[in-house]
Antibody, heavy 122, light 107 residues
Framework: EVQLVESGGGLVQPGRSLRLSCAAS????????MHWVRQAPGKGLEWVSGISWNSGSIGYADSVKGRFTISRDNAKNSLYLQMNSLRAEDTALYYCAKGPLGPTTVTSFDYWGQGTLVTVSS | EIVMTQSPATLSVSPGERATLSCRASQSVSSNLAWYQQKPGQAPRLLIYGASTRATGIPARFSGSGSGTEFTLTISSLQSEDFAVYYC?????????FGQGTKVEIK
């Protein structure tokens, strides 16, 4: 059974940093692209970032480019999101999501975690 | 960036009736279109990918159609568990983008 478990969320002041993690199990992690998708309270879904199986292809939404960094450790079956210079508008539930099998990072998301909440406020 | 526009924002349907949800892309996404269902307090669930292929375990009452810029999700006979918010998502280009969602509510 595919499982994605996010952690690392919390309350942080504007301008500070936070690192999210996603622990994956139930599939061969290094065969799949992975993504972060967020959802602000009461709002829709927004793709944040994606990374290919070998970290060779990485993409970001314009809203986070230059502030967030996605990475993965295939030996640990883990996905990360380093978030710097956080803003109030980054407040959201952050989901880890798995892409389908294939080399591309431009994908749909076939499994999702339950999310970790990030609140940016002074 | 490809803008995805869903309509209507809210759809009021009686159980057993048919629901038709629309999604329009600002430029062609070929068939690189997915649909998700999200219930309150839950993560989204993939329903359809490739515009018309049901994901694993998705009931046959869910069907998708379209290509290019116009897409439709049809729920043939609404069950109580189908009342939720539905999102479309294009994966033809980065950045990956979602529609704003259609809420299907009980009439």
């Amino acid at each position: 059974e595919v499982q994605l478990v996010e952690s690392g969320g919390g309350l942080v002041q504007p301008g500070r940093s936070l690192r999210l993690s996603c622990a994956a199990s139930g599939f061969t992690f290094d065969d799949y692209a992975m993504h972060w998708v967020r959802q602000a309270p009461g709002k829709g879904l927004e793709w944040v970032s994606g990374i290919s199986w070998n970290s060779g292809s990485i993409g970001y939404a314009d809203s986070v480019k230059g502030r967030f960094t996605i990475s993965r450790d295939n030996a640990k079956n883990s996905l990360y999101l380093q978030m710097n210079s956080l803003r109030a508008e980054d407040t959201a539930l952050y989901y880890c999501a798995k892409g389908p099998l294939g080399p591309t990072t431009v994908t749909s998301f076939d499994y999702w975690g339950q999310g970790t909440l990030v609140t940016v406020s002074s | 960036e490809i803008v995805m526009t869903q309509s209507p924002a809210t759809l009021s349907v009686s159980p057993g009736e048919r629901a038709t949800l629309s999604c329009r892309a600002s430029q062609s996404v070929s068939s690189n279109l997915a649909w998700y269902q999200q219930k309150p307090g839950q993560a989204p669930r993939l329903l359809i990918y490739g515009a018309s292929t049901r994901a694993t375990g998705i009931p046959a009452r869910f069907s998708g159609s379209g290509s290019g810029t116009e897409f439709t999700l049809t729920i043939s006979s609404l069950q109580s568990e189908d009342f939720a918010v539905y999102y479309c998502q294009q994966y033809n280009n980065w950045p990956l983008t979602f529609g704003q969602g259609t809420k299907v509510e009980i009439k």
